[in-house]
């Protein structure tokens, strides 16, 4: 299993980044999919999910601001942020659930600068 994530890096505030998460070795199509983030002395956090049949949720904090996709032909899934702020600043990893199987990819930074 192999989850890769990309599209991290510095941004001025109220900027914006697209982090891609390219999959495989898993079935993609039946795994919830979700972006979670864990800041400087903080725990990991989740940011948004989206489930197999395309339902998703957010962190009140990011609500209105990211999108999470997926693309099941392409066996990515997508974070899009939107007037990112300095407290979105973390290592964002890519996860994908089913049942109990729990797979995590290696993070990728976004830093937002003020």
């Known amino acids: 299993v192999q989850l890769q994530a990309s599209g991290g890096g510095l941004v001025q505030a109220g900027g914006s980044l697209r982090l891609s998460c390219a999959v495989s070795?898993?079935?993609?199509?039946?795994?919830?999919m979700a972006w979670y983030r864990q800041a400087p002395g903080k725990e990991r956090e989740l940011v948004a999910v989206?489930?197999?049949?395309?339902?998703?949720n957010y962190v009140d904090s990011v609500k209105g601001r990211c999108t999470i996709s997926r693309d099941d032909a392409k066996i990515t899934v997508s974070l899009q942020m939107n007037s990112l702020k300095p407290e979105d600043t973390a290592v964002y990893y890519c996860?994908?659930?089913?049942?109990?199987?729990?797979?995590w990819g290696r993070g990728t930074l976004v830093t937002v600068s003020s």
């Open positions: 070795g898993i079935s993609f199509s039946i795994y919830d």
């Open positions: 989206i489930t197999s049949g395309g339902r998703t």
């Open positions: 996860n994908a659930k089913y049942y109990n199987l729990n797979c």
